[in-house]
């Protein structure tokens, strides 16, 4: 098991996407549904690859979220069961970063907030110290 302060980083960032997420979908009007689904997929990637450090591996650099699930798979099965939520968040990495494609809509943009949630809850069940350790995003200790 590797060091607290190499995991916790990654979670914390994790944390700030998924606030920046919820925050965007709440308040802001009219709702940018490309925006809040681009931080549900990057708060999903960065919760794997902070259970891959956890691991003693390094992540690799994508934003396939399937391969990093693979990764995650051979320290626990259990990971496989996540396979369909990151299938439907991979397209918010790059597809809604650039004009030209079409946006998701309120209904993308709820589906991916509550992948990104279950995403999130399942690896925080797998690192142990992670309830006690580490902040919500927009906590100010952090």
């Known amino acids: ?28 009007k009219p709702t940018p549904t490309e925006i809040v689904c681009f931080h549900c997929q990057q708060a999903a990637e960065k919760y794997l690859k902070a259970y891959l450090v956890y691991n003693d591996q390094e992540p690799p650099k994508t934003h396939d979220l399937i391969e990093l699930l693979k990764l995650c798979n051979e320290y626990d099965h259990d990971f496989s069961a996540l396979s369909p939520k990151c299938e439907y968040l991979i397209p918010f ?23 990104a ?17 580490c902040p919500s995003a927009g906590d100010p200790d952090q």
């Not at 914390?12 to 919820?22: G, T």
């Not at 809509?105 to 907030?113: R, V, Y």
Request: net charge negative.
């Open 1 to 28: 098991m590797v060091d607290v302060e190499f995991v916790l980083p990654w979670m914390r960032r994790a944390e700030n996407d998924i606030s920046s997420a919820r925050h965007l979908a709440e308040k802001m």
């Open 93 to 115: 990495a790059v597809r809604t970063r650039y004009p030209g494609g079409s946006d998701p809509d309120d209904n993308d943009m709820k589906t991916a907030l509550a992948y």
């Open 117 to 133: 949630a279950e995403i999130i809850e399942f690896v925080k069940t797998k690192i142990p110290y992670t309830n006690s350790s």
